[in-house]
């Protein structure tokens, strides 16, 4: 038998996974003739099935300079690189092997497009399965790949229309069906996806992947039985199908049978003992059954595959010391937590449990001291991270951060007290009973007397309209108060009774009784539209336009005021809506990406389209600009308490008792065109009461918006609104100018420009619930944190022209560091400016410049690379075809600066950094996922700098 034909034999048990039969004859072939091309070549693909990469590409390079001009070895040999992750290298291959073909193969086309796409090349790679599908109709695998590089673009309804046609013309391919079926599911066109994935599954019933895919549309549909049939049938088929036994695992979880969730998570870990996810999915099934020693065992397993995140934090808060700490910091709830989690991160990383592997009572001792003190400053954690919550007014967050601590520490009574509270204030009345009961028996064990626990069985009661029995537990409270003088913050209450006779809860009840949905209608009721309404000209937004035309008018409410101008507030609570999830609404978002055109390119790199967005679009109802006079209207504005805790509602009140909803606002927010919004929800009916009322006799103008305080929002929703003030013409008649505060260089400086000097100012901060002779509103701008291309000009026009731009002449290319941040640092930044002080970026810390120097800072440079943060607020003054790369967190991207560089017509690219991939880790070190910071890969860097052309 000749080699040819050995070979050919060797090959068949190739393919059969016989690979010690292939390759014992395939030696036999070399030994007999050692420049066997062919047999090097098939050695070469043996060693690939072993994942002996380097022994594979030396094989395939010898098969190729034994015969420098046959094809297929180049092909192989960029196989090989493509699978390292070497692509330029894989694409080069490819090409040389197009270069010595007659006529190249299709397979050879969607090898290269393969390669092409993983590079981020898109068009190029749709352009190679294109042709591989022209030579061969009925190939499969390019029409998959053109549907997967038209999703990641961000087009999956054009890569769901090309499997639909490619289903006509292949009805019997199980794997169009699949992947359809998945891009259905990411459409959330949940009947279609199953429809589809079920029609691939009578061409494939064998198939475990259709049955997993299958099985996370029934989750999707809640058909939570059918979802398990189908993940159990998916391993039943192919028992190391990791993502089913994850899928699986998640369901069981969901349920609350964590047990069987753990069971199927540990079949991960035996399949992969690496899955970062699986060991955070045990971690956070462990920690709901109180099983702490096993929950840290995961959780140090997940630190020692990914440490990068949790080393950065550690070096940053577990220098700083409790016992240390000035009296602001010691009352700095955030700061706590974060110290405390630090210190909880540290004592993990250097606790060693393979050391008590071996069970003896000593170690088990020592084990049980070690996690006990690990358990202490988890539970410590959980309850300051709780306590940041319940100071931001988040109850329902709140809830469950102290749920958690309790879990640690189950007999913390002042976690009791705090979680009974945040229930009260969030209307889950028997929640707050039963802790409330719970404390008192933990009261009565300890004989410890806790006010605020009294103090709050009588706010129960007194909402209840149980006032007499309210009143003998507030007497309680005040006679402990005056023998012993506890410390007692939960309720301002507490003050004002101090040094009475009587206890009253009676206070002036200012809140408002109604809700006026347009400022207009309420001047209209009051004969005062004509002279107290300003209509101000705006252009329209074209990009609001189509936003709000997908979806209806921003001002658009389940009531429509035409026909009920006043509505009652408790009308909210009748609603079955989904309630607003403000400015992480995920429908709104995609319908804001889609509208931008965001473009993934691979690499974690997106960009925007750069069509010009300033072409003149008819009115619609976008966000009207107008300027109304309210006679003795009220605004009520929360004053910032610290550097997290910043202005989060606003609110516009009219002298008989009425929010003006168009001029009011409060976090979570509102993005363009949501129609989820409940001006009824409004912070202000959660009050339990305002502050002190001030009255002014005179005109005030209100400024302040919310997060007023931060550099970002002052510039973009703030300052918009002096415009509108001098486009009424009534901008000489303000006496008075209500903003957030003015202690800030850039504050004093931008209003100081804008002819306003500090003795017209008011801040709301010192004055958060104001009264006027004459309250002038101008609308706001735009949407909270929308740049409109009015807003845009009239920040160029007030501000760059009077700028010299040699006075902050740095560099062309500016690196923005976010060193000095609270929050949202780049971890490896040291790295990074490594990388591009090679291309010559210098590195800025905007804190240290005035106003005037960042404005010429960003108008003269070329390129800028930042981190999502305040400081890209002034793209506002780049000149056009300015380059950006923004660095942003895989958590937390959003569309601000986008909007920014459309209108002015910069080169926007955003750049997505490294996640943690631990979530019990990272909710516990975040309190959301705004403040995560920042792990840029440097690969993709030089990818993207290469891609804009920086040299």
Not at 6 to 20: F, H, M
Not at 152 to 159: E, F, I, L, V
Not at 176 to 192: D, K, P, S, V, Y
Request: hydrophobic share 40%.
């Amino acid at each position: 038998m000749g080699p040819e034909q050995l070979l050919q034999i060797a090959t068949a048990y190739l393919s059969q996974g016989n690979s010690a039969r292939a390759l014992n004859i395939c030696q036999q072939v070399l030994n007999h003739d050692p420049n066997s091309a062919p047999g090097h070549q098939l050695l070469g693909n043996l060693y690939e099935t072993q994942e002996q990469w380097t022994a594979a590409q030396h094989a395939y390079i010898k098969a190729i300079e034994l015969q420098p001009l046959w094809p297929e070895p180049y092909a192989y040999l960029a196989r090989l690189y493509r699978n390292i992750g070497w692509l330029d290298e894989a694409i080069s291959f490819y090409r040389k092997a197009f270069s010595l073909y007659h006529q190249s193969p299709p397979e050879l086309y969607y090898s290269l497009g393969e390669a092409l796409q993983f590079k981020g090349e898109f068009a190029e790679a749709i352009h190679h399965y294109q042709q591989a599908t022209t030579l061969r109709p009925d190939y499969v695998l390019p029409y998959l790949g053109w549907a997967i590089v038209l999703s990641d673009q961000g087009k999956t309804p054009q890569a769901i229309e090309l499997l639909e046609q490619t289903l006509g013309q292949i009805p019997e391919a199980p794997e169009i069906h699949n992947t359809l079926g998945c891009l259905l599911l990411r459409q959330e066109h949940l009947a279609a996806a199953q429809t589809v994935l079920e029609q691939g599954l009578t061409l494939k019933p064998d198939w475990a992947i259709l049955h997993n895919n299958l099985g996370q549309v029934f989750g999707a549909q809640g058909k939570v039985g059918r979802a398990i049939a189908a993940y159990q049938a998916a391993i039943e088929l192919q028992p190391d199908l990791i993502m089913a036994y994850i899928n699986l695992a998640k369901i069981w979880q969901q349920q609350n049978q964590h047990d069987l969730g753990i069971a199927y998570l540990q079949k991960v870990l035996e399949l992969d003992p690496k899955n970062i996810l699986a060991y955070s999915d045990c971690a956070s099934s462990l920690l709901s059954q109180g099983q702490f020693i096993s929950a840290l065992i995961c959780l140090r397993q997940a630190i020692n595959l990914d440490a990068k995140f949790v080393a950065a934090y550690i070096q940053r808060f577990g220098s700083i010391v409790l016992d240390e700490m000035s009296q602001d910091d010691s009352q700095d709830e955030l700061l706590l937590a974060q110290v405390t989690c630090a210190q909880f991160l540290q004592g993990l990383t250097q606790v060693d449990f393979s050391e008590y592997s071996n069970v003896d009572s000593r170690s088990s001792s020592t084990l049980e001291s070690v996690t006990s003190h690990l358990c202490q400053l988890l539970g410590k954690a959980y309850f300051h991270l709780g306590n940041t919550l319940m100071q931001y007014g988040e109850f329902e967050s709140a809830i469950r951060y102290y749920q958690k601590a309790l879990r640690v520490q189950p007999k913390s009574l002042e976690t009791y007290w705090r979680l009974g509270y945040c229930a009260w204030r969030h209307h889950r009345q028997n929640i707050a009973l039963t802790v409330v009961h719970l404390a008192q028996t933990l009261t009565k064990n300890t004989q410890e007397f806790s006010g605020e626990v009294y103090l709050l069985i009588g706010l129960i009661l007194e909402q209840q309209n149980r006032g007499d029995l309210a009143t003998e537990y507030y007497a309680k409270v005040l006679d402990h108060f005056h023998r012993r003088q506890p410390k007692l913050t939960i309720h301002p209450l507490i003050l004002r009774w101090l040094n009475r006779d009587t206890i009253t809860t009676q206070t002036p009840d200012l809140k408002p009784k109604a809700i006026c949905l347009k400022t207009y209608d309420w001047l209209h009721a009051q004969q005062l539209e004509t002279t107290h309404y300003t209509v101000i000209d705006l252009p329209p937004d074209s990009r609001l336009v189509l936003l709000i035309s997908d979806s209806g008018s921003i001002l658009d409410s389940s009531l429509d005021s035409s026909n009920e101008s006043a509505i009652a507030p408790e009308k909210a609570s009748q609603s079955s809506e989904i309630e607003c999830q403000g400015l992480d609404c995920l429908p709104c978002l995609r319908r804001i990406y889609q509208q931008l055109e965001l473009v993934n390119s691979g690499h974690g790199i997106q960009t925007c389209s750069r069509q010009s967005v300033k072409e003149s679009f008819q009115e619609s109802g976008e966000f009207p600009g107008f300027v109304a006079q309210i006679p003795q209207g009220r605004a009520w504005i929360v004053s910032q308490e610290n550097y997290w805790m910043v202005c989060k509602a606003i609110a516009i009140i009219t002298p008989d008792n009425q929010l003006l909803a168009d001029v009011s606002r409060e976090y979570p927010g509102q993005l363009p065109g949501c129609q989820k919004y409940q001006p009824q929800n409004h912070r202000i009916f959660r009050e339990p009461d305002l502050p002190e009322l001030t009255l002014i006799d005179g005109n005030v103008a209100v400024l302040s918006g919310l997060s007023g305080q931060i550099y970002f929002h002052w510039m973009v929703d703030v300052l918009p609104r002096i415009e509108l003030l001098r486009r009424s013409g009534i901008f000489e008649q303000i006496e008075w100018f209500l903003v957030n505060s003015i202690h800030l260089d850039f504050q004093q400086e931008t209003l100081n420009q804008l002819g306003i000097s500090t003795d017209q100012i008011l801040t709301s901060d010192r004055h958060p619930h104001l009264q006027a002779k004459n309250l002038v509103v101008p609308a706001f701008a735009a949407p909270l944190g929308w740049l409109k291309p009015w807003g845009i000009e009239f920040l160029r026009g007030s501000f760059l022209t009077s700028i010299n731009l040699r006075s902050a002449h740095v560099s062309e290319r500016i690196y923005i560091s976010r060193g000095d941040a609270r929050h949202r640092r780049v971890i490896n930044e040291i790295e990074v400016m490594e990388v591009l002080q090679q291309y010559g970026f210098v590195s800025v810390q905007l804190e240290s410049l005035t106003f005037s120097q960042q404005v010429a800072l960003f108008a003269q440079a070329n390129v800028i690379v930042a981190p999502h943060g305040s400081g890209l607020t002034n793209l506002v003054f780049c000149q056009p075809d300015t380059q950006v790369i923004e660095l942003v967190s895989p958590h937390y991207q959003r569309h601000y600066y986008w909007v920014i560089s459309q209108f002015l017509n910069l080169e926007h690219y955003s750049l997505t950094g490294e996640g943690f991939s631990c979530y019990p880790l990272r909710n516990l070190m975040y309190q959301n996922p705004l403040t995560e910071d920042i792990w840029v890969n440097l690969t993709a860097l030089r990818i993207l700098l290469g891609k804009i052309g920086v040299d």
